[in-house]
């Protein structure tokens, strides 16, 4: 499909995505009890829309995923947990978050927008290895601890993130942490693991490291990114065909940071989706019907 064709596309998806609709997702906290580290935090979640129409958010303290699921006739069993980005300031919730999982769900994977605990918002005491990765790896094992109600096979369960989110879901890769057989919570007794990660323009990346046991992993940015991003990407593909671990770039010549799935979105790096679908199929995750 070309990058037109793709963003016409597009836009009957978001057309689909009425206000109503919006006002009809149900978000899931992924500690009803309270998160750790949050206790006390009473302050409401808040949302600026821009002028562009995005809707972005920030002061969240207690940190959820919101559930896209497809048909059982369409669901190839696959799972991606979306982790928007914004800095650690903020959440772009909508191109790099609802956008991408309806795209997702109509094509039969389940999709799930994480809300995580933000870092670097002004006044925080959050930390991004204390409370951020805490939230995607509980939203991991969430969805797996759940995975027979939503129709989603336990080891195709990957982690999708944009900017600080691909941060958080690479580290949330590398940290491999198995689940506590003993724990109270249910939750807690399954893994942490993804079963593959999509990283789209990731930030921090010289920090991330890869091993053996890594899991395969599919890399999307644009070339006009700043460098730490464009060359950092190159070099991130790099330490994974190092490790024989399965991977596979796209650097979009006409691209620069945050294109996420937008409608308007008339260069090649619209038909990231596609690319990341095929992928997918190439890796037997799905199976097209």
Do not use: C
Not at 61 to 67: E, M
Not at 225 to 244: C, N, Q, T, V, W
């Amino acid at each position: 499909m070309t990058a037109r064709g793709l963003a016409a596309l597009l836009l009957g998806v978001l057309a689909r995505s009425s206000p109503l609709r919006a006002q009809q997702r149900t978000e899931l906290l992924l500690w009803p009890s309270g998160a750790p580290g949050s206790e006390g935090r009473t302050a409401p979640e808040k949302m600026r829309v821009t002028e562009g129409g995005d809707h972005v958010v920030s002061s969240i303290h207690r940190p959820s995923i919101t559930p896209y699921l497809p048909d059982r006739s369409t669901a190839t069993g696959a799972a991606i947990i979306v982790a928007p980005g914004g800095g650690h300031r903020e959440l772009w919730i909508d191109h790099e978050g609802y956008n991408v999982a309806q795209w997702l769900r109509e094509r039969g994977i389940a999709a799930f927008v994480l809300k995580y605990r933000l870092a670097r918002e002004e006044g925080s005491t959050y930390t991004i290895e204390g409370n951020a990765l805490a939230d995607i790896q509980r939203a991991i094992r969430f969805v797996r601890s759940s995975a027979a109600q939503w129709g989603v096979d336990t080891a195709r369960i990957g982690v999708m993130g944009f900017s600080a989110g691909g941060e958080l879901a690479a580290r949330a890769a590398m940290s491999d942490l198995d689940g506590d057989p003993g724990a109270s919570d249910p939750i807690d007794r399954r893994s942490s693991r993804p079963n593959f990660q999509v990283l789209i323009y990731p930030g921090n990346s010289s920090a991330l490291t890869v091993t053996k046991q890594s899991p395969p992993v599919f890399i999307a940015a644009g070339y006009n990114d700043r460098p730490d991003i464009s060359r950092g990407m190159a070099e991130l593909y790099l330490k994974y065909k190092d490790a024989g671990v399965p991977a596979e770039l796209h650097l979009y010549a006409g691209a620069g940071h945050g294109f996420g799935l937008r409608a308007a979105n008339r260069s090649a790096s619209a038909g990231w989706p596609e690319r990341l679908v095929e992928w997918m199929t190439d890796l037997k995750l799905i199976t097209p019907k």
